[in-house]
Nanobody
Framework: QVQLVESGGGLVQAGGSLRLSCASS????????MAWYRQGPGKQRELVAF???????NYADSGKGRFTISRDNAKNTMYLQMSSLTPEDTAVYYC?????????????????WGQGTQVTVSS
């Protein structure tokens, strides 16, 4: 069982930036993909971005142009750089690993979740 530990959340003003980190207890290139999800107040958990084993990236429309997903294989750590944040980005952000693919939606099938890190954007 992989352990995923997120960090980097906090309170930021609208227009600000944050970088989230996700440290994995296993080699991150052993996963089909890794992903960031978020769950806002009263909302369902949603996919934010993912990065494949080969390094390809994909973003939900909400983060395109503002968020950048990346990874450091040597540190077994994934990142989410977020900029131009708005109050609508307020959520708990979760790191996840993929055990395969949902070929219907071309999104990761999640194997493991981190505990989440709170991001709060004030107006």
């Amino acid at each position: 069982q992989v352990q995923l530990v997120e960090s980097g959340g906090g309170l930021v003003q609208a227009g600000g930036s944050l970088r989230l980190s996700c440290a994995s207890s296993r080699t991150i290139t052993s996963f089909a993909a890794m992903a960031w999800y978020r769950q806002g107040p009263g909302k369902q958990r949603e996919l934010v971005a993912f990065i494949t084993h080969g390094g390809s990236t994909n973003y939900a429309d909400s983060g395109k142009g503002r968020f950048t997903i990346s990874r450091d294989n040597a540190k077994n750590t994934m990142y989410l750089q977020m900029s131009s944040l708005t109050p609508e980005d307020t959520a708990v952000y979760y790191c996840a690993t993929s055990k395969g693919w949902d070929w219907g939606t071309i999104t990761p099938l999640i194997g493991s979740w981190g505990q989440g890190t709170q991001v709060t954007v004030s107006s």
